[in-house]
C-alpha cells in the first residue's frame, strides 16, 4: 500500500524537552512538508522539502527543525525554543514541477506539552 | 485582508440539499484551487482540484472557479451524514513556486438527518 505515515500517533512533551515527528512516505515523491493546525484555525506551513538534502523555512519556521537525508523520510523536530507547541502536526507529500502541487497527507501527530 | 478566505460556518444543512461551500483568495495570479475535507481529529483528504475557469463534476461533488472574481466553490448533491466534516479550500500561488499552498480557515458543515 503506497502512503504516508507519521509517529507517534500521540506525543506529550515536558517543558524544555525536545522532541522528533517522524514522517514516511512511499509514493516516490519528492517534495514533503510540514503543517501546524490549531484549533479552529488553517495550515500553517513549517518546512519544506523539494528534493533530498534540500529543505525550505515556510512560515512558521521559527523553533523547528528538520533534515532530509533519505527521499521517503522529513522529520520534524520540535525544539525547546517552540513556545507554544501543542497543536496537531501534519506531513504532506506531492509532485514538485507539476501545476497542480496536489498535496497528499498522513494521518498527523498531536502533540501536548504538559 | 486573509490571503484565502472561508466563511467559518457552521453551515448546517438538510439530508438530500445541495451544501455550498465558497471561497476567496487575494492572489490574482494564482493557478491550482483544491477541496480538502477534514474530518474531526483525522488528516485533510483531497477531494476536488480545479485549473481552469467554469465547473468540473467528480460524482456528487462540483467545484466551481472564477478567477475574474477571484472565487472558487463546492457543491455537494444530495447531502448525505456523512458529508459532515470541515472543508478546507487551498491556492497554490504562483511565484512562490509549486510548493507551496495556502490554505484557509475551513467552513463546517453538518448535514442533519
Known sequence: ?114 | QKEVEQNSGPLSVPEGAIASLNCTYSDRVSQSFFWYRQYSGKSPELIMSIYSNGDKEDGRFTAQLNKASQYVSLLIRDSQPSDSATYLCAVNRVGFGNEKLTFGTGTRLTIIP
Not at chain 1, 501545476?99 to 497527507?105: A, D, L
Open chain 1, 1 to 114: 500500500d503506497g502512503g504516508i505515515t507519521q509517529s507517534p500517533k500521540y506525543l506529550f512533551r515536558k517543558e524544555g524537552q525536545n522532541v522528533t515527528l517522524s514522517c514516511e512516505q512511499n509514493l516516490n515523491h519528492d517534495a514533503m512538508y510540514w503543517y501546524r493546525q490549531d484549533p479552529g484555525q488553517g495550515l500553517r506551513l513549517i518546512y519544506y522539502s523539494q528534493i533530498v538534502n534540500d529543505f525550505q523555512k515556510g512560515d512558521i519556521a521559527e523553533g523547528y527543525s528538520v533534515s532530509r537525508e533519505k527521499k521517503e523520510s522529513f522529520p520534524l523536530t520540535v525544539t525547546s525554543a517552540q513556545k507554544n507547541p501543542t497543536a496537531f502536526y501534519l506531513c504532506a507529500s506531492s509532485i514538485p514541477g507539476s501545476t497542480s502541487n496536489e498535496q497528499f497527507f498522513g494521518p498527523g501527530t498531536r502533540l501536548t506539552v504538559l
